[in-house]
Structures are given as C-alpha cells and as structure tokens.
C-alpha cells in the first residue's frame, strides 16, 4: 500500500509542476494604463490575487509544494476575474510577483518530486537487494521492480547532491530530502547495519562449486546489486571487495562454461529446450529450422541445452535399482496447452498403458554431452527402437494426445524440472506451436500412436509360471472372470507359492500371487498381475479371494495370448 501511495503523491507533484509551467498565459493581456483602486468594481478581485501571491510566499518559505501551487493557480484566476471586469488593468506588478513565484513554485515541485522518488528507490532498493541477488526478479512480472533497479544502478548521485546542496541553502530541503541525504553521505553504517556485505559473500559461497550457469547468474547480479549500493553512497572500500570477488567469480563461471557450451547457440539457449522436426549434431543448428510451426504429419524432435555434462546436471543413467536393473536419468516431462491441459491427459490405467510421462536418458549414454535430444513427438517413419527397449512410452503419449486435438493452430509449452547436487533445482523451459489445420489430417497421429504403442507391446513378454498346480489355477481365473473386469482372462500363471501368516497379525491368512493374460472384446490384450488370500476354515483352507489392487498391468501382443 505504501508503493501506490508514495508513487501517487509523486505524479501530483509532477503534475502540478507542469501545471504551474504553463500557468503564464493570464498576464498577457494585464499591461493595460488603468491602474485599479478602490471603488473600481474589479477592486475585490485584485486583493484575492494579492492574498494568494501573499500565501504562495509564506508556502514557498515553508517549503509547502502543494499549497503554493494552488495559491499561484488560485491567483492566476483571480487575475482573470479583474481583466474581465477591466480589460485594461495594469497588474504588471503582480503578475511579476506571479512570475517569480511560479519559477520557485517550479523548482519546489521539482526538487520534492525527485527527492521524494529517490528516497523511494533507495529505500526500495535497500530491502529488495537480497531479492534481486537470489533471482527472484527473474520473472517477467517483476519488470517494475527492475526499472527501479536499473534506475538505482543509473542514479546520478553528484548532480543529486548539487540539487539538494541548493534546496537546503534556500531554507528548502524536505523531510524527503533529509532521508535521501542521509541514505547518501551514510552508506557505510547501512552496509553495516543491515549486515549486507556478510549477506552478498554468502550469496556468492553458496554456488560456488556449482554448474557455471549459477554461478555466472549469481556473480552478475551480486555485481549489479554492488553498483547500485555504490550509486547511492560512491566509492566504497567494502563494496570494492565484494565487486572483486564477484569478478574473479564469474570470470571462473564463464570458463567453466566455455566447456560446456557447443556454440554460440548454446550459450544463448542454455537451460531451453528447442524443437525441430529431425535430429541435428548440437553446434550444427544453422542446418535445421529451429522452433518452426509443426504440422500434422511432422515429427518433433526436443533438444536440450544444459549447463553441465549429463552425469552432472541430470544423473546416471547406469544406475542401478534394487532389483539390478539400469534404471535410467531423466525426469518428468510437461505438455500442456494456454490452458492447462496435458497432451498426454488420455492414457489411463484403465487401457493398461498407463506410464509417467518421462524424458529419458538411456543407460550407456554418453555422460560427458551437454545437450540431450530426444523424441517428443514420432510420426509414422520415427524409429523408436532405444525408447521400446527402455520401456519410455512417452512419445506414444504423445502421439495420442495429439491424435484427439481439433484441427487448429495451438501452442504448446515443455517443461522438465531436474534437480542434481551440481547445478541444484533447473527447469528446462520451451515452446512449440502445431497447427493441425495443415499438413495430414490430425487423426494421422491416431495411426502413429497405433502403429508405435503396437511395437511397444510387441516387444512386451508374458510372465512364466513359476509353478503348476492346476487346480488352484482353474480356481484362480475362476475368480478372477467373476469379479467384474471388462477384460475376459485365458489361464492362471502362478507367481508364487502359499505363504501362511500367522499372529501377531490379527487373523492367520495365506497369500499368493499370480498373473492372469486377458483379451478385450475391441481386441486389446495383456497381462494382470493380482494377490489372494484364503482363511482357515473348521476343516483346512476357505476359498481364495482376490486381495487389494493390481500389482501389475501389462499390455502385450495378441499372438502372445491363447
């Protein structure tokens, strides 16, 4: 609340300055040869225009801005009154009491207007430099505050000075005026005071042996953020230090990065994701149109610019999970549409595709690149071979999504958030537009999404039985085709033999699993993975009943099913 006030004082001011500039125009017409006394019917008018000029000086003396302005504007009103009632008045002495005071006026205005913005920026300034030093201005929305940043940094301090020297000699320096002095002439004790040194070392420690990306940001704004405390109090000892610091900081991250980056593209796009409709070698983009409108029909191929080396800015992907498998480096992937929507909002585990939409790298990656592309979007030639044997179903996702979109132009926004110990928490942001008005018809991609998520399953395997009891089996697939699924199961494939419970759990139980292969009457086929349980009857074991969720869904081949 304090912002909008203070800004809207200091557009009054400004406003009643430039009023009073032009507040001349009345005294042109006042060099008549009648001189007004007493008697005269424009008399009563001429004492209102000398009490104004009487309360705009006592205004002026008490360094009132706002009430001399209204006095000269009430004054000059006044002068007209006595020239319509005596067109040829002579009132050339009050109208160049009226000259002059407008001049002081003027100055007055003016002096309050930038004191008054000055002091705001500073104090602004002063408790957002933190802030503006940790990034958070970064975001468009904050361009406001930046401008009072960048007019902190651009301040003029010694024609400041010279202007507030001449105020406060005139007997009209305000109470603006002496908090801006003071903020001026004492620098030092507010470094001290709000322990800011201490704070902008920190700053510039806590990324230290992070990626270059980081600590070229972080140096570059602690840099700004010196030059704006430097604008406001000079030169300064302690701000020299951390200025040094800064430097040799990021002349450190600029080298860093110089092994980083694969070319001047990269170094203008580090930490994007572009897009094209082919791959390219990273440092080769002049080749290929980058961010072109895509049309149905066209693959998209993303491209990400990192700050670090894979192994550093995303991960391993030769680590292993617990079961001993490569797990894979990657993270969450966004697609969504101006309003929020997701591409891939149509896979559903109800379909048995359902998988987390991912960008992957894949296990034996070059670790050491430091850019990453990978498929986003496959058309019907897209050769999907790493993302089948990875199980990476995301550009299958994305394929239908778009196969369901209208026939229109739409733009498309990517983000990945990656979190690693070297460049810490990165959203890798970018931006695509479709049109599928042009190009194939959208459904084009309904046969895309057929054609891949059909070599996705092809590659799937049924699980073994791991042992044989057929009975139990025949039992099992009973229950499981009598409990409501749409999907109509063929046979039993056990997981696991009976394991018995016993207390402390509150009831004796056993348990085993077992994966059942299915069709669908639309010519869907997989696989479904459940537990049972049986309790103890009077005379040995009840009958089994399915227990809990799927622990498993799968789709796969129908030739694989019988």
Avoid at 463 to 480: D, F, G, H, I, Q
């Amino acid at each position: 609340m304090k912002i909008k006030i203070s800004t809207l004082v200091i557009a009054t001011i400004i406003m009643m300055h430039h009023q009073n500039t032009n507040a001349q125009s009345a005294c042109d017409n006042a060099n008549g040869n009648v001189t007004v006394v007493e008697g005269n019917r424009a008399f009563t008018s001429l004492k209102n225009v000398r009490k104004q000029l009487d309360l705009a000086e006592k205004a002026s003396a008490n360094g009132e801005a706002l009430k001399m302005a209204n006095n000269l504007k009430n004054a000059e009103k006044y002068i007209g009154y006595v020239l319509k009632k005596e067109p040829n008045a002579n009132l050339s002495a009050e109208c160049s009491r009226l000259k002059a005071l407008s001049g002081a006026s003027n100055s007055l205005a003016k002096n309050k207007a930038d004191f008054a913005k000055a002091n705001y920026n500073f104090t602004f300034f002063i408790d957002n430099y933190y802030n503006f030093a940790g990034g958070m201005f970064e975001n468009e929305r904050f361009s406001e505050q930046n401008q009072v940043f960048d007019e902190v940094v651009n301040f003029d301090r010694k024609a400041m000075l010279s202007q507030m020297r001449d105020a406060e000699s005139a007997g009209k320096l305000d109470s603006q005026g002496k908090q801006l002095k003071n903020k001026l002439e004492n620098l030092d004790q507010t470094l001290t005071t709000n322990q800011i040194p201490a704070t902008l070392y920190k700053m510039l420690d806590e990324v230290n042996n992070m990626d270059g990306v980081r600590k070229s940001k972080m140096s570059k704004r602690v840099l700004k953020v010196v030059r704006g405390f430097a604008a406001i109090g000079g030169d300064n000892a302690t701000l020299n230090e951390i200025k040094n610091s800064a430097e040799r900081q990021l002349a450190d991250a600029e080298e860093a990065l110089a092994d980083v980056y694969t070319g001047e593209f990269h170094k203008n796009h580090v930490n994007e994701i572009v897009f094209t409709k082919k791959p390219y070698k990273p440092g080769n983009e002049a080749s290929v149109e980058i961010n072109p409108v895509f049309e149905s029909g066209d693959a998209i191929y993303a491209t990400m610019y990192l700050s670090a080396p894979i192994i550093d800015a995303i991960g391993d992907p030769n680590a292993l999970s617990s079961s001993g498998k490569p797990m894979g480096a990657g993270a969450a992937l966004r697609v969504t549409d101006a309003s929020g929507l997701t591409l891939d909002r149509f896979f559903t585990v109800d379909d048995g595709s359902y998988k987390n939409t991912m960008f992957l790298v894949y296990p034996n990656w070059n670790t050491q690149e430091t850019v990453y592309q990978f498929v986003l979007l496959p058309n019907l030639e897209t050769n999907l071979s790493q993302d089948i044997k990875n199980e990476n179903i995301t550009p299958v996702q994305m394929a239908r999504g778009m196969g369901k979109e209208t026939p229109r132009k739409k733009k498309w926004n990517v983000s990945t958030m990656v979190n690693s110990l070297k460049t810490g928490v990165v959203t890798y942001k970018g931006s695509f537009e479709m049109d599928l008005s042009k190009g194939k018809d959208p459904k084009y991609y309904v046969q895309v999404e057929n054609k891949q998520f059909e070599a996705f399953i092809e590659s799937n395997e049924l699980p073994k039985a791991k042992y044989s009891n057929p009975s139990l089996e025949a039992t099992l697939l009973k229950v499981m085709n009598s409990s409501g699924f749409k999907e109509q199961f063929t046979k039993t494939l056990l997981q696991s033999q009976w394991r018995v419970f016993s207390p402390p759990y509150k009831q004796k139980y056993r348990e085993i699993s077992a994966s059942f292969p299915y069709k669908t009457a639309d010519g869907k086929c997989g696989f479904n993975t459940h537990t049972f349980r049986a309790y103890p009857t009077g005379s040995g074991w009840g009958t089994p009943q399915k227990y809990g969720g799927a622990l498993g869904r799968e789709r796969v081949s129908c030739k694989k099913v019988k």
